[in-house]
């Protein structure tokens, strides 16, 4: 167990429907990143939150946003969705380290389709 | 921006048999971390090495082993004697300071051991 808990597992859903993917950091940690990745896309990296905040925003679609709530979990919510939003949506946080690196810990993962 | 490049997409090698992965980075930041993760068949996402970019010494961890030359851009991994269980997708990474704190990957590489 990496500490970073991700819920649901698995999502099987139809086109047009919308999903919220849940995220609970690793105790202490502040900042939030969401990842997808896809057969043809790789990993790419979504958006990060940072003790509430927005921090840093990648290739989100316009259809898809987040959010941080005070107890630090995240949900990543995805609308409207289509075939090819299917993906392994991955959530990882992270925590300061000496010397500026960040310590990045990954979630399980959730697996999304779309029929 | 921020780019990694894994130019092998997949490689396939019988047990015993000695494996570099090859990773390419381009960053304009001066301070920036490189990383490796392996993703097992199971999907999670498990972290392998962290190294800074002032930190040019190689690093071995028992079969593992990791090659850093700024001067070429590269971080190689190298897996001697590869086991059965070394079957996975590999992924190099890149984050920068400050506000560059995600995580840009690579395509990833699927190494196969056979026995």
């Known amino acids: 167990d990496s500490g970073v808990t991700q819920t649901p597992k698995h999502l099987i859903t139809a086109t047009g429907q919308r999903v919220t993917l849940r995220c609970s950091p690793r105790?202490?940690?502040?900042?939030v990143y969401w990842y997808q990745q896809s057969l043809d896309q790789g990993l790419q990296f979504l958006i990060q939150?940072?003790?509430?905040?927005?921090?840093a925003k990648g290739n989100i679609l316009e259809r898809f946003s987040a959010q941080q709530f005070p107890d630090l979990h995240s949900e990543l919510n995805l609308s409207s969705l289509e075939l090819g939003d299917s993906a392994l949506y991955f959530c990882?946080?992270?925590?300061?380290?000496?010397?500026?690196?960040?310590?990045?810990?990954f979630g399980s993962g959730t697996r999304l389709t779309v029929v | 921006a921020q780019k990694v490049t894994q130019a092998q997409t997949e490689i396939s090698v019988v047990e015993k048999e000695d494996v570099t992965l090859d990773c390419v980075y381009e960053t304009r930041d001066t301070t920036y971390y490189l990383f490796w993760y392996k993703q097992p068949p199971s999907g999670e996402l498990v972290f392998l090495i962290r190294?800074?970019?002032?930190?040019?010494q190689n690093e071995i961890s028992g079969r593992y082993s990791w090659n850093f030359q700024k001067s070429t851009s590269s971080f190689n991994f190298t897996i001697t004697a590869s086991q059965v269980v070394d079957s996975a997708v590999y992924f190099c990474?890149?984050?920068?300071?400050?506000?560059?704190?995600?995580?840009?990957f690579g395509k990833g590489m699927k190494l196969t051991v056979n026995p």
């Open positions: 190294r800074n970019s002032f930190d040019e």
């Open positions: 990882a946080s992270s925590v300061p380290l000496t010397g500026g690196v960040y310590g990045y810990t």
């Open positions: 939150y940072y003790n509430g905040e927005e921090r």
């Open positions: 990474a890149l984050s920068g300071e400050g506000g560059s704190e995600k995580l840009v």
């Open positions: 105790s202490g940690d502040l900042s």
